[in-house]
């Protein structure tokens, strides 16, 4: 099969794609590093002195939850006076959820002394920021490793040869040697798979530009290797056993004879 030689290239779109959701999971990586490094524990240490300054107030959760006076909790009251915008959701949220099941221990002080006493980003609450860190750049690197394989994939259909090359390294099949082309997924995916003997190859339309020649030239080879069949032979229906459709007008049935 002669003609213009095709090649493919990496389809852009594609590597933009996988290469924008590999940038993004990078920027979370990093995010989650900070937090991990920076942000949880300098949280914890401006936190620290004053949730041990409000501990030896000696007040319960309710009354630390309590707007009964100026109509704002002396909690926030005593961390907006610290310089916080709010006080720290890990210690309002355990207060206000002791009090909304009405908790006995909403009334001790001791219980809220113990809540002020644990750190705001527990060591596994750091921990799990490296972790989620390692798992976002894991996934982005797999990403960039797949865009890169791609990269170093081509084909070409040259002269009726199917030629395959991988990190440099070619691989040819002729047409006259093609036994398969699955094109089930080929109008709605673009997804043309093809088999030489033992050999298979995917054509992927959104991984390479270029590829849809290619696979139409090799449905055309597909047609060719695989005509349908011949049409019938009336005389092949000489053998057939006598039917009303075969037996010519006057002549007798099978088993019976013929009219007078």
Not at 41 to 57: C, D, F, Q, Y
């Amino acid at each position: 099969m002669g003609g213009m030689k095709m090649i493919t290239t990496l389809n852009k779109e594609y590597a933009v794609r996988f290469a924008g959701v590999a940038a993004l999971l990078l920027a979370f990586a990093g995010w989650f590093i900070y937090d991990g490094a920076v942000g949880y524990p300098g949280e914890n240490a401006r936190v620290a002195p004053v949730a041990a300054e409000l501990a030896a107030r000696k007040l319960s959760p309710a009354d630390w939850m309590n707007t009964a006076r100026t109509g704002t909790a002396p909690l926030t009251e005593a961390f907006r006076a610290k310089g916080f915008d709010e006080p720290p959701a890990k210690i309002a949220d355990t207060f206000s959820s002791m009090i909304g099941i009405q908790d006995p221990r909403a009334q001790e002080p001791e219980v809220a002394a113990a809540v002020f006493a644990q750190p705001i980003h527990t060591p596994d609450d750091i921990r799990a920021q490296f972790v989620s860190a390692a798992i976002s750049a894991a996934f982005a690197l797999l990403l960039l490793a797949v865009v890169g394989y791609r990269a170093c994939v081509r084909f070409e259909l040259d002269g009726g040869v199917l030629r395959r090359t991988v990190f440099g390294t070619p691989k040819e099949w002729p047409l006259t040697a093609l036994t398969e082309a699955d094109d089930s997924q080929w109008k709605k995916r673009a997804i043309l798979r093809v088999a030489f003997g033992a050999d298979r190859v995917t054509l992927d339309a959104w991984h390479y530009a270029g590829i849809r020649p290619i696979a139409e030239a090799l449905l055309a080879a597909a047609g060719k290797a695989n005509p349908p069949p011949p049409a019938e032979d009336p005389d092949a229906r000489a053998d057939d056993p006598p039917t009303a459709d075969n037996v010519p007008p006057g002549a007798p049935a099978e088993g019976g004879t013929a009219d007078a």
